[in-house]
């Protein structure tokens, strides 16, 4: 129940395309919602994050779409771009817990 | 601003040894976070230290270990390396418990 599952593993998108990453998860305690992006040899860094009162949130060419009743939860990259290429996290925690739960990761490798 | 910062970067050690790492939170950030990436195993949750007390821990056996020192800085301890322990070391540090988790870039720590 404390797992974030997330989809696909790899993804490779052509330069202007749109990535679309999704995870799910199960433990409705879960309040906030984040993804991060990590290249090699670096720490993740927070994305963009959202908390289940909303379905959206927009920031630049990132959007998290969330669906409370289905629980799950997405990432879109607009107008992919080579430097977008890294690996992808979404996660989920539960307030006061301080633990965020990790899904496997999605490498993206958006070709020029 | 500086970000969160780790020491070492990189260290080898071999089986049965003991490791220390050091984190610096970020400036006015009271919350501090360590997670293990290991190859094929994601991000994992260690533990989370706020105002100098453990909060939390994740399902990691007793020797893992660490403080919160009255400065917010850290250290996570880890006794009777095994292989396994192998990994990229990460360490996050926020301002409140619910707030962003910001990384750093970590300590990898290859166990031989």
């Known amino acids: 129940q404390q797992q974030v599952k997330q989809s696909p593993q790899s993804l490779i998108v052509q330069k202007g395309g749109i990535s679309i990453i999704n995870c799910a998860y199960e433990?409705?305690?879960?309040?906030?919602f984040p993804w991060y992006q990590q290249f090699p040899g670096k720490g993740p860094a927070l994305l963009i994050a959202?908390?289940?009162?909303?379905s959206e949130k927009k920031e630049g060419r990132f959007t998290i779409s969330f669906n409370k009743s289905a629980k799950q939860f997405s990432l879109h990259i607009m107008d992919s771009q080579p430097g977008d290429s890294a690996t992808y996290f979404c996660?989920?925690?539960?307030?006061?817990?301080?633990?965020?739960?990790f899904g496997q990761g999605t490498t993206l490798q958006v070709k020029p | 601003e500086a970000g969160v910062t780790q020491s070492p970067t990189h260290l080898i050690k071999t089986r049965g040894q003991q490791v220390t790492l050091r984190c610096s939170p970020i400036?006015?950030?009271?919350?501090v976070y360590w997670y293990q990436q290991a190859l094929g195993l994601g991000l994992q949750f260690l533990l989370w230290?706020?105002?100098?007390?453990?909060?939390n821990r994740g399902n990691f056996p007793p020797r893992f270990s660490g403080r919160q020192f009255p400065n917010y800085s850290s250290e996570l301890n880890v006794n009777a390396l095994e292989l396994e322990d192998s990994a990229l070391y990460l360490c996050?540090?926020?301002?409140?418990?619910?707030?962003?988790?910001?990384f750093g870039e970590g300590s990898r720590l290859t166990v031989l």
């Open positions: 996050a540090s926020s301002f409140s418990p619910t707030g962003e988790l910001f």
């Open positions: 996660a989920a925690s539960e307030s006061n817990t301080g633990k965020l739960i």
């Open positions: 433990n409705t305690a879960f309040d906030y």
């Open positions: 400036s006015g950030h009271t919350s």
């Open positions: 959202i908390r289940p009162d909303v």
């Open positions: 230290y706020d105002e100098g007390e453990e909060r």
